[in-house]
């Protein structure tokens, strides 16, 4: 087709679709035809608030970066893919000269050119020009959804399996039991955890954690009247250990404490309940500044790791992963949308549940011309 339609953000609270010009590739790139695109947290940010940190919005911009689709053309230098194959696509094309990338983390390259953060365009259209390495090709028996599912999914293989380096036969346990933390659990369990906590204030949060990858499930109490939030923190870590069995140190400790909420007592409340010489990988992005019981994390040698987006290895990993079936996507994807629906589906992801009272786990938005039933 001639024509590029995208959905394109404006400004804050302001989208429109756009026709844009179908790219021309370099030819180390192939150019997708976009099928499927899941909307993130950061979509939705930049939707309500124009930017995310220094990542400003100044001009339009599409939106999207959680994608999978299918090669419409392949450039001179490209050998490994050809028109018509179905592949996941990897958002962020890196300058591979830099420290970082010749180091092996990419994910840190100063010049990272990523799928809808300022100022350059997202997935959210027909056509997307992409470097041929950064896509990975899905086996017949995984859907377009499976592939758009990727890119949250790396998300929590870098945090779990890449930063954490979790082993077989530790515990585990993840602060929030949204998309993403919801992923770290399955990550876990896939990668052999003899145990996966999910912490959340929501109760339906944690009956869905149960039946996804959790073995066990923690609702923290509320607030006592003039507790501080470090006085809750360390009551909430003693409750944990109470109610759960948790040992300060050896076979019943908690080897591995992922945050996925971003929330101050879910981060300090790890650091209580982390055993001596654990780790802790802060995946979740929340308030820019929080009070942290360094003193502790100090004394237990807490082996202390932020995690960001993804790295070499984490999509090939993700894609095996639910290859052999280790991890099940489909039951995270709980709202479908045509494109043209695009805009009810960004505000049914920023109510959490759609008109039905359905919760919001992961919302997907066809390609143009792209069936919600098409898998």
């Not at 302001?14 to 150019?31: A, C, G, H, Y």
């Not at 958002?91 to 953060?117: M, N, Q, S």
């Not at 987006?309 to 709980?334: C, E, F, H, N």
Request: charged share 20%; net charge negative.
């Amino acid at each position: 087709m001639s024509n590029n339609p995208s959905f394109v953000l404006q400004g804050i609270e302001n989208v429109s679709f756009e026709e844009r010009p179908i790219p021309t590739i370099k030819d180390d790139e192939v150019l997708v035809e976009v099928k499927k695109t899941g909307i993130c947290g950061s979509d939705v940010h930049y939707l309500v608030h124009g930017r995310i940190g220094d990542f400003i919005v100044e001009k339009p911009m599409v939106l999207g970066h959680e994608s999978a689709g299918v090669v419409s053309k392949v450039g001179a230098k490209v050998k490994h893919l050809k028109a018509g194959d179905r592949v996941a696509m990897e958002p962020g094309a890196t300058c591979r000269v830099c420290d970082a990338c010749k180091h092996g983390r990419y994910e840190l390259c100063p010049d990272i050119v990523f799928a809808a953060t300022p100022p350059y365009d997202g997935t959210l259209a027909r056509y997307y020009p992409i470097p041929g390495d950064l896509c990975y090709k899905l086996p017949d028996h995984l859907t377009l959804e499976d592939g758009a599912m990727m890119e949250p999914l790396s998300v929590g293989v870098h945090s779990v399996a890449n930063i954490g380096g979790l082993r077989a036969g530790q515990n585990v346990v993840v602060f929030g039991a949204g998309p993403v933390g919801l992923l770290c659990m399955a990550v876990a369990k896939a990668l052999g955890a003899a145990r996966v906590i999910a912490v959340d204030i929501v109760q339906s949060r944690l009956d869905f954690a149960k039946n996804y990858a959790a073995s066990d499930v923690y609702l923290p109490p509320s607030f006592n009247k003039g507790e501080t939030k470090i006085q809750y923190s360390e009551r909430n870590a003693k409750t944990m250990r109470e109610q759960l069995g948790i040992t300060e140190r050896g076979l019943g400790s908690i080897d591995l404490v992922i945050d996925a909420s971003g929330a101050e007592v879910s981060i300090q409340t790890g650091v209580f309940i982390a055993k001596h010489g654990g780790t802790f990988v802060q995946v979740g992005m929340g308030a820019p500044e929080i009070t942290f019981p360094i003193t502790t994390m100090l004394v237990k040698e807490i082996d202390f790791k932020g995690s960001f987006r993804y790295g070499p290895g984490d999509y090939a990993l993700s894609v095996s992963l639910v290859s052999q079936g280790r991890i099940d996507l489909k039951p995270l994807i709980t709202h479908r949308f045509s494109f043209d629906q695009a805009v009810e589906a960004f505000a049914t992801n920023r109510a959490g549940k759609s008109a039905d009272g359905k919760g919001v786990i992961k919302a997907i938005i066809s390609g143009p011309d792209v069936s919600v039933d098409d898998l």
